[in-house]
């Protein structure tokens, strides 16, 4: 079975930090490696929006709204992929939902909560 678990949202105050994991379990992670992964979030009432992206030969790009504030990082040993959230800001409330692309197909988790609030 294929998954993708997401942990660490919650809730932040403005200017802090956070940070998120994404574990990876199935046989198809076994080439976890080869995996184009992304972190990507949706705003209550707003449309699903990539926030970064780690590609398998660690090549990243982010969303110019996070730029410079978050971090994506990965470890193919742990099978995991991570998103540092720093500065945070109201505006970034979100589920944020790990995504994975290998052999030719996607996989989602479920997301995880993510609320900036005083």
């Known amino acids: 079975q294929v998954q993708l678990v997401e942990s660490g949202g919650g809730l932040v105050q403005p200017g802090g930090s956070l940070r998120l994991s994404c574990a990876a379990s199935g046989t198809i992670f076994n080439i976890f490696s080869l995996a184009h992964m992304s972190w990507y979030r949706q705003a209550p009432g707003k449309q699903r929006e990539l926030v970064a992206t780690?590609?398998?030969?660690?090549?990243?790009n982010y969303a110019d709204s996070v730029k410079g504030r978050f971090t994506i990082s990965r470890d193919n040993v742990k099978r995991t992929v991570d998103l540092q959230m720093n500065s945070v800001k109201p505006e970034d409330t979100a589920v944020y939902y790990c995504?994975?692309?290998?052999?030719?197909?996607?996989?989602w988790g479920e997301g995880t909560l993510v609320t900036v609030s005083s």
């Open positions: 995504n994975a692309e290998i052999a030719s197909r996607g996989y």
């Open positions: 780690i590609t398998r030969t660690t090549s990243i």
